[in-house]
Nanobody, 120 residues
Framework: QVQLVESGGGLVQPGESLRLSCAASGRTYAMAWFRQAPGKEREFAAAITWSTRSTYYASSVTGRFTISRDNAKNTAYLQMNSLKPEDTATYYC????????????????WGQGTQVTVSS
């Protein structure tokens, strides 16, 4: 029912910033960002709910990443500051019509991913 399109990935040096966008085709209860590095499992990064805009972050990104959403545009954003080489991964936008979660399997809709590479 919901299609997601990510954008904003790219190549940056350590310490620099990127802003990812995720445009959804319809309203969602929660939107989230996950990331997956080569050879590793997909891991939770951040999530935000529709009405209260409650936010949740993985400990690995707390203090550096900020998730937000524009409900009128059905769009979520991930502002990534102080990027580190270990942040290098494919970043996936996810959406749920039921609840927020830190588990990938709890999300119903996924974007195709956008690559973020942090390297000197």
């Amino acid at each position: 029912q919901v299609q997601l399109v990510e954008s904003g990935g790219g190549l940056v040096q350590p310490g620099e910033s990127l802003r990812l966008s995720c445009a959804a085709s319809g309203r969602t209860y929660a939107m989230a960002w996950f990331r997956q590095a080569p050879g590793k499992e997909r891991e939770f990064a951040a999530a935000i709910t529709w009405s209260t805009r409650s936010t949740y972050y993985a400990s690995s990104v707390t203090g550096r990443f900020t998730i937000s959403r524009d409900n009128a545009k059905n769009t979520a954003y991930l502002q990534m500051n102080s990027l580190k080489p270990e942040d290098t991964a494919t970043y996936y936008c996810a959406a749920s019509g039921v609840r927020s979660s830190r588990l990938p399997n709890d999300y119903d809709y996924w974007g195709q991913g956008t690559q973020v590479t942090v390297s000197s």
